[in-house]
């Protein structure tokens, strides 16, 4: 069974700082990857998603991920974090049942970002 | 144009009681999701519709069913509440809901059960 998992429960950086969040996977086919964020009180936001190709994807608010497959893994990253950024990360990877369509998601990683 | 909407956004019923939740996807989006998010469990895969046809169903209790009307917009029921079941709930809607496509999600709707 496909399975994600985000090592990191809880993250803190200064403002400024760079960032990596880990996401490693386990799924038997070409995996579709993607990463969320959540906001307190609010839904999920895509930041980024691969599916194939160029393994270096470049998402919104200035976040990048790399897909190694060697490894298993989909790290999120980002050059210089800012205040906003902090919230709860989730990497997911996206399997199909027939036609259908399903997230399996990671436990998440708390970003707290300090001034 | 508009994002996911869910209704309601909060709601408290106490254990026994039955819940109904709505999800009214983006327009044009017929393929409609649902999650359950707890801290204990986080993220789990509910069930998934399309064209008012159930595709997919995640590993949960016959207590949980849903349905999707001709407009695509959702709905999702919870018999016999436990108090396992408070939980955020969050919908989610895509265009073709195949592995490509993009998860589009509401703000969820927040279960209490008392």
């Known amino acids: 069974a496909q399975s994600v998992t985000q090592p990191d429960i809880h993250i803190t950086v200064s403002e400024g700082a760079s960032l990596e969040l880990r996401c490693n996977y386990s799924?038997?086919?070409?995996?579709?990857l993607f990463w969320y964020v959540q906001s307190p009180g609010q839904g999920l936001q895509l930041l980024l998603k691969?599916?194939?190709?160029?393994?270096l994807v470049q998402g919104i608010k200035g976040f990048e991920a790399e897909f190694k497959r060697s490894q298993s893994s989909f790290n999120l990253r980002k050059p210089s974090v800012h205040w906003s950024d902090a919230a709860e990360y989730f990497c997911?990877?996206?399997?199909?049942?027939?036609?259908?369509?399903?997230?399996?998601f990671g436990s998440g990683t708390q970003l707290t970002v300090l001034p | 144009k508009a994002g996911v909407t869910q209704t309601p956004r909060y709601l408290i019923k106490t254990r026994g009681q039955q819940v109904t939740l709505s999800c009214s996807p983006i327009s044009g989006h017929r393929s409609v999701s649902w999650y359950q998010q707890t801290p204990g469990q986080g993220l789990q895969f509910l069930f998934e519709y399309f064209s008012e046809t159930q595709r997919n169903k995640g590993n949960f209790p016959g207590r949980f069913s849903g349905r999707q009307f001709s407009n695509s917009r959702s709905e999702m029921n919870v018999s016999t509440l436990e108090l396992g079941d408070s939980a955020l709930y969050l919908c989610?809607?895509?265009?073709?809901?195949?592995?490509?496509?993009?998860?589009?999600f509401g703000e969820g709707s927040r279960l209490t059960v008392l």
């Open positions: 799924y038997g086919a070409t995996p579709y």
């Open positions: 691969y599916f194939s190709g160029d393994t």
């Open positions: 997911a990877v996206g399997i199909s049942s027939g036609s259908a369509r399903q997230l399996t």
């Open positions: 989610a809607s895509s265009f073709t809901g195949d592995r490509t496509g993009e998860l589009f």
